[in-house]
């Protein structure tokens, strides 16, 4: 019997408690063939772990990822049954998913990381993600708005150095506002803080990224070059 790339996954739900089960895709299916520049990464084959990234509980609605701490702020878990759960039709996501299940799972889990008062560093992650998606799509005024929404996160992460104690580095946090303001077409942001990655190059070792912010620093340059000529 051939072996599936999904399996299921039993999840408690951090709001309500009850359990439900989503899918996830097994390790040694996800191949990545590229990653773009604002570390997008295009899989080799059908398989998209990108779409199985949120969890939404079947029971109230509640949407969340492995990022979430299950801390809930008194007062916050009767704003999420106002708010989510008493509008919630259940619907169950623990199938396989089209990138447009993925997408309302992911504007789900922003709505809720948002009421929760989750760090900066995860909603940027969410929006980040659901821009992705929309690239899929080719929906580029989406995955404008989105990546919009992630860069002005991780401007605020970067701020609150609430990306401390995860897998985000602060020169990954500078480089993204960069590039996420580059791909938005403000200019002076990217062209900030590329310059503030391109500083780091002495205290970092994380190479691979300052020759990213390097390369993109100037394509910037040739395009205002092309555009001035």
């Known amino acids: 019997m051939e072996l599936s790339p999904y399996y299921e996954k039993h999840i408690d739900c951090i709001h309500c408690k009850k359990k439900f089960t989503s899918i996830k895709v097994r390790t040694n299916f996800v191949k990545v063939k590229e990653t773009e520049s604002d570390f997008h990464p295009i899989y080799e084959n059908d398989v998209n772990p990108l779409l199985y990234n949120v969890f939404v509980c ?3 609605g509640f949407s969340f990822t492995e990022d979430f701490t299950k801390y809930f702020a008194p007062g916050v878990k009767e704003v999420i049954d106002e708010n989510i759960t008493s509008h919630w039709i259940p619907h169950n996501y623990s199938g396989e998913r089209s990138i447009s299940d993925a997408l309302q799972a992911y504007k789900l889990a922003l709505v809720c990381g948002d009421i929760k008062k989750e760090k900066h ?4 992650g969410l929006a980040l993600r659901t821009a992705w998606l929309y690239r899929l799509m080719v929906n580029e005024e989406q995955e404008k708005r989105f990546m919009k929404i992630s860069r002005d996160q991780y401007i605020d992460a970067y701020s609150a150095e609430d990306y401390a104690g995860t897998s985000m580095s602060e020169i990954r946090v500078i480089y993204l506002i960069a590039e996420l303001s580059r791909r938005i077409d403000d200019r002076e942001q990217a062209i900030r803080y590329f310059s503030r990655v391109i500083e780091k190059q ?23 070059e092309e555009v001035v000529n």
Do not use: G, P, V
Not at 121 to 124: E, G, K, R, V
């Open 58 to 60: 079947e029971h109230c």
């Open 121 to 124: 560093i995860t909603l940027a």
């Open 202 to 224: 002495r205290s970092s070792n994380e190479a691979k990224i300052i020759e990213m912010a390097k390369d993109q620093w100037q394509q910037m340059r040739d395009e205002k």
